[in-house]
C-alpha cells in the first residue's frame, strides 16, 4: 500500500532564509505529487503539484523536487516569510491504473519562522 | 466565494449523540471527497464521490458514518451514537472529474468535539 513519511515534525528557520521540506513515500507506482499548506483552523491549501515524468517545478518562491529512485520528495521555500509559519503536508495519488482517486497524506512538517 | 464551503464549522455534541455535517463543493467539480483529520496528523481519506455514486469508502468509515450526496452536488456526513474518538476536524474537498492528477480543493472542515 502507501504511505507517506516526513522526516522532521518541526523546521525552524530565520527570516529571510530559504526552507528544505522533505518527504518520502514509498508506492513506486505514485503518479503524482502534491505539497500542501495549512494554517490553524483552515483546509489545506494547494502549493504546488509534479508528475512523476518531472523531477523539478518551479512555482513563485516554491520549487518541488521529485526523487523516484529513492521515493523522495521535497519543498523548497525561498527567501521565507513570517507568512510561511503553518504545517506543511506532502501528498500522493496512486496510478491511473489503481482506478483510485484519492490523495494520501503525510503527518506533516510545522515551519516556524524566526523574525 | 465559490470555495468548497463547510458548515458548521464547529460543533459541540454529547457521547451517543447523532451529528450532521454538509459540504458544498465548487459548483463544477463532479467529485466530492470526505477526509478526517486529528491533531498533528495529516488528512486521512474517508470517501469520495463521482456525482452521487459513492465510489470508495476507507475501513475507517465504520457503519456509524454514512455519507450521501443525493443530488451530485451538496453531500452530507453523519455520525450515529457518537464517541469520543470521533472528535476531529472533518475536511471536504472537490475536484473536477476529468482531472485526474489535480488538487483537491479543500474547505476549512468542521470540527466536532465529542464531551
Known amino acids: 500500500g502507501e504511505s507517506v513519511g516526513l522526516h522532521l515534525p518541526t523546521l525552524s528557520v530565520q527570516e529571510g532564509d530559504n526552507s528544505i521540506i522533505n518527504c518520502a513515500y514509498s508506492n513506486s507506482a505514485s503518479d503524482y505529487f502534491i505539497w500542501y499548506k495549512q494554517e490553524s483552523g483552515k483546509g489545506p491549501q494547494f502549493i504546488i503539484d509534479?508528475?512523476?515524468?518531472?523531477d523539478k517545478r518551479q512555482g513563485q518562491r516554491v520549487t518541488v523536487l521529485l526523487n523516484k529512485t529513492v521515493k523522495h520528495l521535497s519543498l523548497q521555500i525561498a527567501a521565507t516569510q513570517p507568512g510561511d509559519s503553518a504545517v506543511y503536508f506532502c501528498?500522493?495519488?496512486?496510478?491511473?491504473?489503481?482506478?483510485?482517486?484519492?490523495?494520501?497524506f503525510g503527518s506533516g512538517t510545522r515551519l516556524l519562522v524566526r523574525p | 466565494d465559490t470555495g468548497v464551503s463547510q458548515d458548521p464549522r464547529h460543533k459541540i455534541t454529547k457521547r451517543g449523540q447523532n451529528v450532521t455535517f454538509r459540504c458544498d463543493p465548487i459548483?463544477?467539480?463532479?467529485?466530492l471527497y470526505w477526509y478526517r483529520q486529528t491533531l498533528g496528523q495529516g488528512p486521512e481519506f474517508l470517501t469520495y464521490f463521482q456525482n452521487e455514486a459513492q465510489l470508495e469508502k476507507s475501513r475507517l468509515l465504520s457503519d456509524r458514518f454514512s455519507a450521501e450526496r443525493p443530488k451530485g452536488s451538496f453531500s452530507t456526513l453523519e455520525i450515529q451514537r457518537t464517541e469520543q474518538g470521533d472528535s476531529a476536524m472533518y475536511l471536504c474537498?472537490?475536484?473536477?472529474?476529468?482531472?485526474?492528477?489535480?488538487?483537491?480543493?479543500f474547505g476549512n472542515g468542521t470540527r466536532l468535539t465529542v464531551t
Open positions: 459548483s463544477e467539480h463532479n467529485r
Open positions: 474537498a472537490s475536484r473536477p472529474t476529468a482531472s485526474y492528477n489535480s488538487p483537491l480543493h
Open positions: 501528498a500522493l495519488e496512486g496510478s491511473m491504473m489503481d482506478s483510485s482517486y484519492k490523495l494520501i
Open positions: 509534479i508528475r512523476s515524468n518531472m
